[in-house]
């Protein structure tokens, strides 16, 4: 798994990854059941950003499906309180975030934002069981469209805040099978970012 802050390039040019972590497909009978004396750990990490930097803050987590008999999907709005909103017969419950970068600038800078994974991020499971994403979606904090927001797939932006610092979130629409296999899927998302 990619540490915070491992995707961060100085000026000109960065690339930052984000992983699409835990996107756990369970049969839907083990919603019922309840498990007792877990335990879990979590990572501390800070990244200091340059100007001219990016870095990944969070990665993308669609939560725990159930298993279904028919197909489905799972559209994952871009934003800090993100929403995944399942089709059909799904069932998802737990974790729902859009994967979240934060950019170092300076004020009136121009950003171009794009990803490079074509516009369909593949998500690896159990015994070479796949699932995929597309439609990818892109939210700001920060920074407002110049040129219109034409260019690359998720626009040019203008920094706006006094600090240099913003905030974007990648979200997406995950395609689940019928009867899709059971376990852990991940997958990487590239994004491109350049300053102008």
């Given at each position: ?12 040019h ?45 990665d ?61 991020v ?28 034409n ?18 979130w ?27």
């Amino acid at each position: 798994m990619p540490r915070l802050g491992a995707c961060s390039a100085p000026w000109l040019h960065a690339w930052c990854c984000a992983l699409l972590a835990a996107v756990l497909l369970v049969p839907s009978q083990a919603f019922a059941q309840q498990v007792n004396g877990d335990t879990a750990t979590a990572r501390t990490q800070v990244a200091i950003l340059t100007p001219g930097s990016v870095a990944k803050t969070a990665d993308m987590d669609f939560g725990s499906i159930a298993q279904s008999n028919t197909a489905g999907t799972v559209v994952l709005t871009p934003q800090n309180a993100a929403t995944c909103t399942p089709s059909g017969t799904l069932i998802r419950t737990g974790a729902c975030r859009a994967a979240r970068f934060s950019i170092f600038g300076k004020k009136n800078n121009k950003v171009r934002i794009r990803e490079t994974n074509g516009g369909t991020v593949t998500l690896n499971g159990p015994g070479g069981a796949t699932m995929f994403m597309d439609n990818l979606t892109i939210g700001v904090s920060g920074m407002t469209p110049f040129a219109n927001g034409n260019g690359w797939d998720f626009g040019n932006w203008k920094i706006n805040t006094n600090s240099g610092i913003t905030e974007f979130w990648v979200g997406g629409t995950l395609h689940i099978g019928a009867a899709q296999t059971p376990g852990v899927y991940n997958g990487t998302l590239l994004i491109q970012i350049q300053f102008n």
